[in-house]
């Protein structure tokens, strides 16, 4: 029965890829008995946050999670080509990277988006998100809620900021 085993439960981009290099350091540190770590580099807050919430419903409630906050400037989009069963058809994105290019296109996202449609919404997105204290304030917002959702179901966490300068703005 897995759900006796104490899990540890790793969300985050790159920043959080590397906790894999230490995973029975992390075993003895947190008296866990598995460490799963669900980094992805290039990852989103949004997609670290439900990928945790995926994994709980598709397995069961970890011990404890461990989500370093990712830059803000990254979201996620509904437009991927292939469907992924813990992050559906979302596609990872980045308003200071307009990364999509007709090859990453005809490979990685669904024909129904169309292809000049999807680059001027990208060049109009950085225009618009250079000042990026708003998205900060939706981060906020995100990791409040989560947090509440962590310490609802009992599981122990550990979020920190990994990648962002948060300059006062007034």
Same mark, same amino acid.
């Given at each position: 029965?897995?759900?006796?085993? +104490?899990?540890? /439960?790793?969300?985050?981009?790159?920043?959080?890829? @590397?906790?894999?290099?230490?995973?029975?350091?992390? +075993?003895?540190?947190?008296?866990?008995?598995?460490?799963?770590? /669900?980094?992805?580099?290039?990852?989103?807050?949004?997609?670290?946050?439900?990928?945790? @919430?995926?994994?709980?419903? =598709?397995?069961?409630?970890?011990?404890?999670? *461990?989500?370093?906050?990712?830059?803000?400037?990254?979201?996620?989009?509904? @437009?991927?080509?292939?469907?992924?069963?813990?992050?559906?058809?979302?596609?990872?994105?980045?308003?200071?990277?307009?990364?999509?290019?007709?090859?990453?296109?005809?490979?990685? *996202?669904?024909?129904? *988006?169309?292809?000049?449609?999807?680059?001027?919404?990208? +060049?109009?997105?950085?225009?618009?998100? =250079?000042?990026?204290?708003?998205? =900060?304030?939706?981060?906020?917002?995100?990791?409040?809620?989560?947090?509440?959702?962590? =310490?609802?179901?009992? *599981?122990?966490?550990?979020?920190?900021?990994?990648?962002?300068?948060?300059? +006062?703005?007034?």
């Amino acid at each position: 029965d897995n759900t006796a085993q +104490k899990t540890l /439960l790793i969300s985050g981009c790159s920043y959080g890829v @590397i906790f894999s290099n230490i995973e029975n350091s992390l +075993k003895k540190l947190f008296e866990v008995d598995h460490v799963v770590n /669900l980094s992805e580099g290039g990852a989103s807050l949004d997609r670290c946050i439900r990928v945790v @919430i995926e994994w709980i419903a =598709q397995n069961h409630t970890p011990y404890m999670v *461990i989500l370093p906050v990712t830059h803000s400037h990254r979201f996620d989009l509904p @437009i991927a080509k292939d469907f992924d069963p813990l992050h559906n058809l979302h596609y990872k994105c980045c308003w200071h990277n307009t990364r999509i290019n007709e090859e990453l296109y005809e490979r990685d *996202i669904n024909p129904l *988006i169309h292809f000049e449609s999807l680059r001027d919404f990208f +060049k109009q997105g950085v225009m618009v998100h =250079q000042i990026e204290h708003p998205s =900060q304030d939706y981060n906020f917002v995100k990791l409040l809620t989560f947090q509440a959702f962590l =310490q609802i179901n009992g *599981i122990h966490h550990l979020i920190y900021d990994s990648a962002n300068y948060y300059q +006062k703005v007034w």
